[in-house]
T-cell receptor, first 114, second 117 residues
Framework: AQTVTQSQPEMSVQEAETVTLSCTYDTSENNYYLFWYKQPPSRQMILVIRQEAYKQQNATENRFSVNFQKAAKSFSLKISDSQLGDTAMYFCAFMWTGTYKYIFGTGTRLKVLA | DGGITQSPKYLFRKEGQNVTLSCEQNLNHDAMYWYRQDPGQGLRLIYYSQIVNDFQKGDIAEGYSVSREKKESFPLTVTSAQKNPTAFYLC????????????????FGPGTRLTVL
């Protein structure tokens, strides 16, 4: 069975600093996608970034980037120049194209401090 | 505007009642999903559907039912058999294997907060 693990329940970072959120997953499949979603206090789930497993290049979206280590089954999210608006729950997710089911981690609560 | 809508935003249910949560999307997505989120926890899959008139159970389907009569609609019924239904419910949709940057990316509605009185 596929699993997603986020080992950091809570983290904090000073405004303008950089923070890295960890995610590991377990699968024996090759064709899959990985995602990071943000859930602010409004509870609206917002896509932050996605990575196709077949791509070696790490995905980036403005201040957000990932470190995708396929062999280690690791998918960490780096947030640069943290802003107060980045305060939210962050969920890592895995999707295998064999079923199109998404599996979510338990989340990391990130607080950006002024 | 294209997107996913859920209604109502807040819903109160008396014990023993069935209630239905609405989810509509105008993104022309094939797949639709229902998740349950409890405080401090991640998302757990209730049901999902990849095509009209077909759906599959997720990890916590007991006490819930769905239908997919139209591509854009995927309502969730919380039945009286669900013993602890108080939670936040999220609906999502995605494409299936089509080319493009949005391929297989799941987008979410704003959610429904269900409380049992």
């Amino acid at each position: 069975a596929q699993t997603v693990t986020q080992s950091q329940p809570e983290m904090s970072v000073q405004e303008a600093e950089t923070v890295t959120l960890s995610c590991t997953y377990d699968t024996s499949e090759n064709n899959y996608y990985l995602f990071w979603y943000k859930q602010p206090p409004s509870r609206q789930m917002i896509l932050v970034i996605r990575q196709e497993a077949y791509k070696q290049q790490n995905a980036t979206e403005n201040r957000f980037s990932v470190n995708f280590q396929k062999a280690a089954k690791s998918f960490s999210l780096k947030i640069s120049d943290s802003q107060l608006g980045d305060t939210a729950m962050y969920f890592c997710a895995f999707m295998w194209t064999g079923t199109y089911k998404y599996i979510f981690g338990t989340g990391t609560r990130l607080k950006v401090l002024a | 505007d294209g997107g996913i809508t859920q209604s109502p935003k807040y819903l109160f249910r008396k014990e023993g009642q069935n209630v239905t949560l609405s989810c509509e999307q105008n993104l022309n997505h094939d797949a639709m999903y229902w998740y349950r989120q409890d405080p401090g926890q991640g998302l757990r899959l209730i049901y999902y559907s990849q095509i009209v008139n077909d759906f599959q159970k997720g990890d916590i389907a007991e006490g819930y039912s769905v239908s997919r009569e139209k591509k854009e609609s995927f309502p969730l019924t919380v039945t009286s058999a669900q013993k602890n239904p108080t939670a936040f419910y999220l609906c999502a949709s995605s494409t299936l294997g089509l080319a493009g940057s949005d391929t297989d990316t799941q987008y979410f509605g704003p959610g429904t907060r269900l409380t049992v009185l």
